[in-house]
């Protein structure tokens, strides 16, 4: 199989596009929920309405909670869970690759790519897929030159297995004092459909419309792929929160929305962020809020969602 994987990188780049599955919706957006089983369930339950996709992570390391629950101090994940009782709903899966990139361009984690994409093709669903999320994190310390060439593998290798129901997408963490050198990571436009962000303050937005600004230059599709309101604990406060961020929705004509509908402070993981409860049904007005500006033009899990995607 190496052999003829080696042949097939020689067309990969020339050929990609005919494989691009960006899954943009015709109109309105995709609302996304993440990214505790817990969590999740809660809010399916409160707000009485099917989201048109869920949020859920694994690790290139061990390619844990796709087929059994995995959790790692950050709650339960569980994507077969929600393909089994959601088979309406997309889903997005963040890629986890801190500290993976050389062992998995030496070929040390073909194994678990291979694993990777038997599961995805064994799905009916869209997948939008963050390999390596947060790529320009400087927690997560990743070298632009092994991101992007460790990003192409995983990508060429899926392809290549002839997986085809996902959307490939590249995920900043829109950091405030970044000095905006995005492109240093760039896998290129061959390997991304999706230009995606996290945004937990206010403060990011300007360096988010900044990133999307270089989305629409490459013509592709953008995602806020992580998003609470982070550490905003008083009711104004998040208010203001919830405003800011739909404006920048609306405004910018962002396609897909992950909203994170954590209690942050529960999970051992988290609990020294100290980023509070960001579960939407656990307050009357904010609950009301978030229901009010859903209706508007967000999509929902539907047997014609899937229609709706290009």
């Given amino acids: 199989m190496q052999k003829i994987f080696v042949l097939f990188l020689a067309f990969a780049v020339a050929a990609s596009p005919a494989f691009a599955q960006p899954f943009v919706p015709k109109d309105g957006k995709l609302l996304i929920i993440g990214q505790q089983l817990d969590t999740m369930k809660a809010y399916v339950k409160a707000i009485g309405i099917v989201p048109a996709g869920f949020m859920v992570y694994t690790s290139i390391q061990n390619m844990d909670g796709l087929d059994h629950p995995a959790d790692h101090g950050a709650g339960v994940h569980d994507a077969k869970y929600w393909t089994r009782h959601y088979p309406n709903a997309v889903l997005q899966i963040g890629v986890y690759m801190v500290g993976g990139l050389i062992e998995t361009l030496s070929g040390r984690y073909d194994g678990n790519i291979e694993k990777l994409a038997r599961w995805l093709k064994a799905l009916k669903c869209p997948v939008y897929l963050r390999i390596g999320y947060e790529f320009d ?50 896998p290129g436009d061959d390997y991304v459909d999706w230009f995606a962000v996290s945004l937990f303050s206010p403060y990011q937005i300007a360096v988010a419309k900044n990133f999307f600004d270089i989305a629409r230059q490459h013509h592709k599709a953008m995602m806020i792929a992580e998003s609470t309101p982070a550490g905003e604990n008083s009711l104004e406060a998040k208010k203001e929160w919830y405003k800011h961020y739909f404006d920048f929705i609306n405004t910018e004509g962002i396609q897909a929305v992950s909203y994170i509908n954590s209690n942050w402070d529960a999970y051992p993981l988290f609990k020294s ?36 995607l290009n």
């Fill in 137 to 186: 994190l400087p927690q997560n310390g990743y070298n632009a030159w092994e991101y992007c060439r460790a990003y192409r593998y995983i990508v060429d290798h899926l392809r290549f297995m002839g997986v085809k129901n996902v959307a490939y997408v590249w995920h900043s963490a829109c950091r405030v004092e970044g000095n905006g050198d995005y492109m240093n990571w760039y």
């Fill in 273 to 308: 962020m100290k980023w509070g409860n960001a579960r939407i049904q656990d307050d009357p007005q904010i609950k009301e809020l978030w229901k009010k500006e859903i209706a508007n033009g967000f999509l929902e899990s539907s047997p014609e969602l899937f229609n709706e």
